[in-house]
């Protein structure tokens, strides 16, 4: 296993490679390892954890977040943050999703990445996906927030925080 995989304990993932630490919703099933594919190591995924198991079918949007590394070398002309969006914008366009929200300057404490929105319909329902980038030691770190709601993504990604920038705990 990777040191730059970082661990989850006590509900909370930590990444002392990548710089940051993420929140978890109390009883989200940690899909992770689960979803792993090969050992490609240009590509890591770093935390992948559902609201609900896949097989618990429910009358709402599956919540999640998911954290994944890429090796920018991977990618022809990759310089910044907002370059990793002609990926991005590709995968979730090719799963039905929209733009909401062009690429932008986004800040998580003391820390600057880039934000793009998506949504898609599924029947009555609206599936927002907020994504996160930075570029970190050779990767293009991003952060996926997917929810119900775009104040659900918002509390979502309110648990992320790098370290560095010290940062008032809550709670």
């Known amino acids: 296993m990777q040191s730059n995989l970082g661990a989850l304990a006590d509900g909370i993932y930590r990444n002392a490679s990548f710089g940051f630490s993420d929140k978890l919703p109390f009883g989200w099933v940690d899909r992770t390892a689960d979803m792993r594919e090969g050992d490609d190591p240009g590509k890591l995924l770093l935390l992948a954890v559902f609201e609900r198991p896949p097989e618990a079918t429910g009358t709402t949007i599956n919540s ?10 991977s990618f022809s002309g990759l310089k910044t943050a907002s370059d990793y969006f002609g990926p991005i914008t590709e995968l979730a366009t090719a799963k039905g999703f929209s733009v909401l929200n062009e690429p932008h300057d986004f800040v998580v404490g003391t ?3 880039v934000r793009g929105d998506f949504s898609k319909q599924r029947g009555s329902l609206t599936m927002y996906q907020a994504s996160l980038v930075t570029l970190e030691k050779g990767y293009a770190v991003s952060f996926t927030f997917i929810g119900g709601g775009e104040d659900e993504i ?3 990604i309110e648990k992320l925080s790098f370290s560095g920038g010290k940062q008032p705990q809550s709670r």
Not at 66 to 73: L, R, Y
Request: overall charge negative; hydrophobic content about 55%; charged content about 30%.
């Open 64 to 73: 999640a977040v998911v954290i994944a590394a890429e090796k920018v070398s």
């Open 111 to 113: 820390k600057h990445l």
């Open 154 to 156: 918002e509390e979502l």
